[in-house]
């Protein structure tokens, strides 16, 4: 069966995101949308996932707890765990690796933490968007070690992606890659190549999905597939 799936999103949370893109309203627009497994991936925080796993039970999407890493490269590489504790637990190692900056609201935004219902819990002063001090290899191997998906982002984008900063894709155990367009033009070591929103407004969910060749709608059947390296079919 094809399953759709968005495994690149952000909310609130995300100095970039839109403040009205919470996980509830993230999770109702891909339940309207089809989307059957959702992924919350903000920049280097997984803050606003509590809210974003009673948002995907109700709505009977399967998440997946995540973030989108930068590395001290400035490469962004998405981390994606089936269970929210083990997210939390990577979140906190993530932020810690930080720098000491301060986000400036003016210049990038909000950085919100909320509840189910939308109400703010808390505003990040951390710039979530910087880099961390972990390297692309050991963010790759972190998260691996931690049995997260691996999936470098965007990488036919031409900033913020393994191709554009580090000059080529290394050869290293990834779960899947994600582009923007596929298919891409470079060595993708004949891994399964995706798409996803990257949502940053309520406006842009669903705007780049995809649907992959699964035995059911569950974790395991996604991870087995994406090694199996099954069909994936684009919305056009």
Request: charge should be negative; charged fraction near 20%.
């Amino acid at each position: 069966m094809l399953v759709p799936i968005d495994l690149h999103n952000h909310s609130c949370l995300s100095p970039c995101g839109d403040d009205d893109l919470t996980p509830s309203l993230l999770a109702v627009e891909a339940m309207e949308q089809g989307i059957e497994i959702l992924a919350l991936t903000d920049h280097n925080s997984a803050r606003n996932l509590p809210a974003f796993a009673e948002a995907c039970e109700l709505c009977c999407i399967l998440p997946l707890f995540g973030m989108e890493v930068t590395t001290s490269e400035e490469v962004h590489v998405l981390t994606l765990f089936p269970r929210l504790e083990d997210a939390l637990e990577f979140g906190t190692f993530v932020e810690f690796l930080l720098p000491p900056i301060k986000n400036d609201r003016r210049l990038f935004g909000n950085q919100l933490v909320v509840n189910l219902e939308g109400e703010v819990q808390e505003e990040v002063d951390a710039m979530l968007a910087a880099a961390t001090s972990l390297s692309f290899s050991d963010v790759v191997e972190e998260a691996l070690s931690r049995d997260a998906l691996v999936i470098p982002a965007h990488i036919d984008r031409f900033a913020n992606s393994a191709l554009a900063n580090l000059g080529f894709l290394p050869d290293l155990p990834y779960s899947a890659l994600e582009a923007m367009h596929p298919p891409v033009h470079a060595d993708t070591h004949g891994l399964v190549v995706l798409t996803g929103s990257d949502a940053h407004s309520l406006e842009q969910v669903g705007r780049r999905t995809c649907s992959l060749e699964m035995q059911d709608c569950s974790y395991e059947s996604l991870k087995k597939a994406l090694a199996k390296r099954n069909l994936v079919a684009y919305r056009s």
